[in-house]
């Protein structure tokens, strides 16, 4: 096994990830898989936690400072190594983060009312960090091209001239667009910085992790007789390290650092986090390179998982970052419905791309630094639910058996008509009793509207022929044991037991044993959610209702509210 294969429960150790999934969206629950905030569900390098246990050992966890040989050292080795880029001791100042960084270099480099560029869709801070400080968003929009991302540098020339715009806060690697820039990206963006005197920020938090084929470059390394860009870095994207809250801002020109300084004050790093520094970046490279592998082959996964399973969607394999970028809006257009289907439909929360600005709508950002089962059972809770049916589609023809006659043609039946498709369980299921009951009594109100009607139950067609007579059926009953119709419409069945019954349905199992319907035979997946399409006369859904628990289908009345019946 892959040490990276390794499930870790995270839950109860206050990972925001995991114990805090309401921050990000209240409708996630116990069910739901979080693919969202940026930290790996891959355990931390040996030498660092060894690094930590040692100094835990030590018993006190006093007031710290950092201002050490071994601690500029491992970080001036590491820009070296990696990078070739040098950092002298006397740039390095150390922030609880990166985005609390990017405030304090905004209030002390800017004024109120100063323009700052950014380039969205970015991550989403750089906004908050300008305008909570009063200051305005200039965005330079990346362009869009079948999910590949580059700089409308002609658009950047002309806001960085602005005399008004006097920062611009560079994301690099780009996150969420995954673009690692290349040398001659890099060379324009600072130039052009230069040559109108805005001051560069560089947030290069992701450095380190970057796709087989691409090179980070520090755009600094770039520029060695300039003084005006800022890089921001941090070994906690690297490492798995966030909660240690580590990172190192590189600042040159000197009125800068007094600046910085007046604004940040005095501050210190924990004992902890010290350790974890220098263990990361003296003794983790070879951690490093494994997780890179790792993470790249995820991101290959990804992109054939959705060649396969989801073709509809685009993706650009990430050049850097572990954040794949998924546009989702060939499957669902309004993007506020889009990121209710995640969570409350697929069950899975994710980075909804509108956070990143309007660039985003229609995208779904997903954590891929995670063991590669957990990341295909996000995938497949995110195809389960978008490859359905959405109003609009067109009918998706099949062949079919009934308790009396086999192999009919779906849409020569409903051919010109307005049909409901309705999907149950099995013929012996209670709650399908029920169902089909009240589809029995009121089934005269469905012909009057020209309407047909077809329930899909899994059950096999030689047992309810020995159950019932066809004539007692008003409907079309379609028989679907091997569940292939089921599965052609991506009807979804719950995980277990307790997750698929809620109020609705225990009233529904009540109201069944008041009206004595009584079990018989198990023919099916027990957990088989209900759905119910409606196509109209030219075969395009019109109406369509995925079950969310075992007893969640539409009231007679409301299904024939749909058809212009008018009992809603
Ligand atoms: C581009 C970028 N900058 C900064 C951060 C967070 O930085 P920190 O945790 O150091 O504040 C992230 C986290 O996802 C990020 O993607």
């Known amino acids: 096994m892959n040490e990276f294969d390794e499930m870790i429960n995270r ?43 040692a100094r835990t050992d030590r018993k006190i966890l006093g007031y710290s400072g950092h201002m050490t040989g071994e601690y500029f050292r491992a970080i001036g080795n590491w820009m070296q190594r990696r990078f070739n880029w040098y950092v002298h001791s006397s740039d390095i100042f150390i922030s609880p983060g990166v985005v609390p960084a990017l405030s304090n270099l905004v209030r002390a480099l ?100 970057i796709s087989k084929g691409h090179k980070h470059i520090p755009i600094d390394r770039l520029f060695p007789k300039e003084n005006r860009i800022i890089t921001c870095t941090a070994p906690s994207k690297t490492f798995n390290l966030a909660g240690m809250h580590t990172s190192n801002i590189i600042i040159k020109n000197d009125e800068f650092k007094k600046k910085w300084s007046a604004e940040v004050g005095s501050s210190h790093l924990g004992p902890l986090s010290i350790v974890a520094l220098q263990a990361a970046y003296d003794e983790s490279e070879d951690w490093l390179d494994q997780v890179n592998d790792y993470i790249d082959a995820n991101l290959d996964y990804i992109g054939e998982y959705i060649k396969e399973f989801l ?42 791309g509108h956070i990143f600005g309007e660039e985003g709508n229609g995208f779904e950002r997903i954590n891929a630094a995670c063991p590669r089962p957990i990341l295909k059972e996000c995938l497949d809770r995110i195809a389960l639910v978008m490859n359905r049916v959405f109003t609009g589609n067109e009918l998706r023809d099949f062949t079919y058996d009934t308790p009396w006659k086999t192999d009919q043609d779906y849409s020569t039946l409903v051919s010109g008509k307005k049909n409901y498709l309705i999907f149950l ?45 066809e004539s007692e059926i008003p409907f079309n009953l379609i028989c679907d044991p091997a569940q ?85």
């Open 110 to 209: 800017t004024s109120e009312n100063d323009g700052i560029i950014i380039q969205r869709p970015v991550y989403y801070p750089f906004t908050n960090s300008i305008v909570n400080n009063g200051r305005k968003v200039i965005n330079n929009a990346l362009i869009e091209k079948d999910g590949y991302y580059t700089i409308d540098f002609d658009d950047l020339e002309q806001k960085a001239k602005d005399p008004s715009t006097k920062m611009m806060i560079f994301c690099s690697p780009h996150n969420p667009v995954g673009r690692v820039w290349t040398e001659d990206e890099l060379r324009k963006v600072g130039q052009i910085c230069l040559d109108h005197d805005v001051i560069l920020v560089s947030d290069e938090i992701h450095f380190d992790l």
């Open 311 to 352: 073709p509809k969607a685009k993706y650009y394999k990430p050049e850097g970052t572990y954040l794949a970028w998924l546009n989702l809006s060939a499957y669902e257009k309004d993007y506020k419905k889009l990121s209710d289907l995640m969570v409350e439909e697929a069950h899975v929360l994710l980075d909804d």
């Open 425 to 469: 369980r099995y013929y012996g299921c209670t709650l399908c009793q029920l169902d089909l009951k009240r589809l029995i009594d009121r089934m005269s109100e469905f012909t009057e509207k020209d309407t047909l009607v077809s329930v899909v139950l899994q059950s096999d067609p030689a047992l309810i022929h020995q159950q019932v007579k």
């Open 11 to 53: 839950s109860g150790t206050n990972s925001l990830k995991y114990d805090f999934m309401a921050i990000m969206n209240a409708k996630a629950d116990a069910t739901t898989l979080p693919l969202w905030v940026a930290d790996m569900d891959f355990a931390c390098p040996q030498p660092i936690l060894d690094a930590i246990k």
């Open 484 to 568: 292939k119709l089921f599965q052609q419409y991506y009807v979804a069945s719950g995980r277990s037991i307790r997750d698929s019954i809620g109020r609705s349905t225990l009233d529904k199992i009540k109201t069944a044993n008041t009206l004595g319907l009584i079990h018989g035979a198990y023919e099916g997946n027990e957990l088989q959610y209900p759905a119910v399409i409606l196509f109209n006369e030219h075969g395009i859904a019109e109406y369509v209702h995925y079950g969310k628990e075992l007893g969640d289908v539409p009231s007679i009345d409301e299904m024939l509210a749909k058809i212009g019946g008018n009992k809603q």
